[in-house]
């Protein structure tokens, strides 16, 4: 079962207009960065991408190329803009968002870890304290008003909770640093982040891996993410960039 | 009105000393983060929430390490005993009660321990902003400490009766750590517990809006 494919551009060859992505990474730790730039070299359009924290904050040339090539519908995620409101007049996808042109969905960090991780195990949605006593518990968070619909809400043992539904996305790009033929995924450092969760819960994950090796090459006690959740392995250079969201 | 006070590297101080040895700690974005730098050598263990136990110093030059980041999105050092995990078990931690204490920064906290950290309205981002981990970190604190700035750059009260920015949560602050003051939520209301040498209660009072208690034993801020 040999999963590799010999470029980024055919590992993503066929996802359609509107896919719903799920982009691995946290800030600029663990973006799939090779997989975005072949997404925007194919040029697909009405695309949903579902983050985690901030990926695309983290690699703002790509963000700015998805943004000018006009292919967002929407993006999903806990922290998707800069936080100096300075430097967000001046950012093209920001601009986007305050003309209503994306949309841009923000749900609490854990929160969207958990609708990956319910997507990943069959649970259709879930009940849980975080935004009690925020617009969280209320609404979805939009910046387009026509899509804030209400939440349900239910008191279990005297308490106040929200229910969240899980979030199964077509596709996920993730980002490891060893891969091996099968699929078998190990990260680096805090790259890890949303990586295992959303090659889990999307139904076709396409890996970049800084190193590609033979099955058996790592050890089956230090695998991350068994093959099992992986479609497509591509090998990627190791990328240096910029560490900074200022 | 402004008053002169600590700075924010003397307010991060005094809040290191309400954190308890023994303690797991979680540091928003801000005055939070420079905590770090007052607990080095003491048994405090710093979570990440990008997935890391034992976050170290931040990192320079030849030790910086681009898969090696805090939530922040700065580059740090590991210490000896770390741990990395994905971002469940990161919010399994958070969630699930296993922070000791959780200090963050806040655009704006009430008399009830409510607090605003999420959106700034005024910046016109048509109802969305940067939730983060905040909401999770702030519903799974054993302990949550505010550190921020008295009030706004123009002047106004951050401490307030009722919120006017967008809740973060409700009823969940424990205290407050200001440039001018230290004071703790309680039932009752806002407890005045220190103040910056050379102020007086009631110059306190004037920038902040609810009605202070003044504590009986209330003491000059110790550093």
Redesign the interface.
Known sequence: MDKVYSSVEEAIADIPDGATIAIGG?????VPRFLLRALIAKGVKNLTLAC???PLV?APEELAQLVKNKQLKRVID????Y?S?SK?AKDPF?QA??A?EIE????????L??R??AAAAGIPAFY?????????EDEL?????EK?KKKERRNILGKRYVLEYALPPHFAFVHA?IGDRLGNLRY??????????MAAAAGVTIAEVENLVEPGEIAPDDI?TPGIYVKRVVKVPRA??A???D | MKFEGLSREMIALRASREIPDGSYVNLG?GIPTLISNWIEGRDVILQ?????LMTGSLAFGEN????????S???VT?LPGSA?????E??SM??GGRMDVVVMGALQVDETG?YAG?A?PA??????????????LA?GAKKLLITMEHVTNGGQPKIVKELTY???????VDMIFTDLAVIEVTPQGLLLREIFPGLTPQDVQSVTEPKLIISPDMKEIEL
């Open positions: 946290f800030f600029t730790a663990g985690g924290c901030g983290g806990s922290y998707g803009l936080r409101a967000g920001e968002v305050r209503g841009l969905r923000i749900y609490p960090m854990g929160t870890a958990e990956y991780r849980t304290p975080t935004g009690v006593g925020s617009v969280v968070i939009s910046n387009i008003e804030r640093y680096r450092g805090t790259a890890r982040n949303f990586n295992p969760i991350h240096t960039f560490i900074t969201i | 974005i990440s929430e990008i997935g890391m910086v390490d681009q898969d090696l980041i805090n939530a999105c700065q580059p590991a990395y995990f994905d971002i469940v990161s919010f958070i969630r409510d999420w700034n910046r016109g981002l048509m109802g969305v902003g940067n939730i983060g981990g905040s909401m999770d519903v967008p809740a973060t949560t409700e009823g969940k």
